[in-house]
C-alpha cells in the first residue's frame, strides 16, 4: 500500500520527526488533568501511590511519575484520544499487517521546577530498532512515537523540549555534544514552545531533550510513549487488573494488546 493521502501533519513528521498538534487536548479535560496533579501527593524518589510511582530518569529532569494511567479516568482518556490516535496506529501501529495494533511502552507525567532540565539524547545514528524512524513502501512503520502533551504553557525561560530537526535520519553522532547540556542551545537544535493543550508528537529517534528552567513555577507535562502491539514495557509497570477490567475495550487493547494466556484458559484472563 503507498499512502498518497499524505497531509500537512505527515509531511512534517517525516521531514522533521515531529510536528505539534495544536490544541489537541480540550480546556475541560486539561483542567481536570492539572486538578489530578494539584491533588497527588509529594513522593519521595522511589515511592508509590497506588500504582504510580515516582521514578525521575535522571536527577535534573524534576519529578516524574511514572505508569500515570493509573492515576485516574482523565489520564485513561488520552490512552486512544482521537486527535493523536488513528495517527499513531499509522506511524507506529504495523497498520495492515498480522500485528496491527498500538501498545504504550511507558506513561508518566514530569513536573520541572527552576533548574531542571533533560539531557539531550537520541538521534537517527544510533540505529535503535526500538525507536526508530522508518518508511516502507509509503508506509509508516515507526518504532516509537511520543505524545509530549502540554499542561502548561510552554515558553522562553520554561524548560521546553528541544528537538534536533530531520536528526531521525542523522548518520553521524551530533559532533562534541556536551552530556550536561543546560541552557545553552546546539547549533541546529531548536526549543519548541507550547500552548497548554498543545501536544509534540515525536519519533524517538529525533534528537531531543529540554532545556533548564529558569523561571519560576512548575512546568507540568505527561509523555505517552506509542509502539507497536507486540512491544513490552521500558520499567516492567504491570497494569492493575482494576484498571484493565474498567477500560473500554479499545483502551485497554492499547494497555494489554496480548493478553496472558494459561492452561486452561480459552483467551485471556480478562478478555
Ligand atoms: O522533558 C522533556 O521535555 C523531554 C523529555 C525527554 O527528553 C525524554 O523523556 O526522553
Not at 87 to 115: H, K, M, P
Not at 147 to 175: E, W
Amino acid at each position: 500500500m503507498i499512502y498518497t493521502n499524505i497531509d500537512m501533519i505527515d509531511y512534517l513528521f517525516d521531514l522533521r520527526g515531529f510536528a505539534i498538534l495544536k490544541q489537541a487536548v480540550d480546556p475541560a479535560h486539561l483542567a481536570e488533568l492539572n486538578a489530578a496533579f494539584d491533588e497527588f501527593p509529594d513522593l519521595p524518589f522511589k515511592g508509590w501511590h497506588g500504582n504510580v510511582q515516582r521514578l525521575d530518569n535522571n536527577g535534573y529532569a524534576g519529578c516524574e511519575l511514572q505508569n500515570i494511567v493509573e492515576a485516574g479516568e482523565p489520564f485513561e482518556r488520552l490512552i486512544d484520544h482521537p486527535v493523536w490516535t488513528p495517527r499513531l496506529l499509522r506511524y507506529c501501529g504495523e497498520q495492515n499487517t498480522y500485528v496491527e495494533g498500538l501498545f504504550i511502552d511507558e506513561c508518566f507525567a514530569s513536573i520541572r521546577r527552576t533548574g531542571g532540565f533533560f539531557p539531550i539524547h537520541s538521534g537517527g545514528q544510533d540505529g535503535i530498532v526500538r525507536n526508530q524512524y522508518r518508511v516502507v513502501n509509503g508506509q509508516f512503520r515507526c518504532g516509537q512515537v511520543n505524545i509530549l502533551l502540554a499542561l502548561t504553557d510552554i515558553g522562553p525561560g520554561d524548560g521546553g523540549t528541544v528537538v534536533v530537526p530531520c536528526s531521525h535520519k542523522a548518520n553521524f553522532a551530533y559532533p562534541g555534544l556536551s552530556q550536561d547540556f543546560k541552557s545553552e542551545l546546539p547549533e541546529a537544535a531548536m526549543e519548541v514552545h507550547l500552548k497548554a493543550g498543545d501536544a509534540l508528537m515525536f519519533v524517538d529517534a529525533l534528537m531531543h531533550g529540554a532545556t533548564s528552567r529558569t523561571n519560576p513555577g512548575e512546568r507540568r507535562v505527561v509523555i505517552y510513549r506509542y509502539g507497536p502491539s507486540w512491544g513490552s514495557t521500558r520499567h516492567g509497570f504491570q497494569y492493575s487488573d482494576e484498571l484493565l477490567q474498567r477500560l473500554t475495550p479499545e483502551r485497554r487493547s492499547i494497555l494489554q494488546p496480548i493478553p496472558p494466556r494459561r492452561p486452561g484458559m480459552a483467551m485471556g484472563v480478562l478478555h
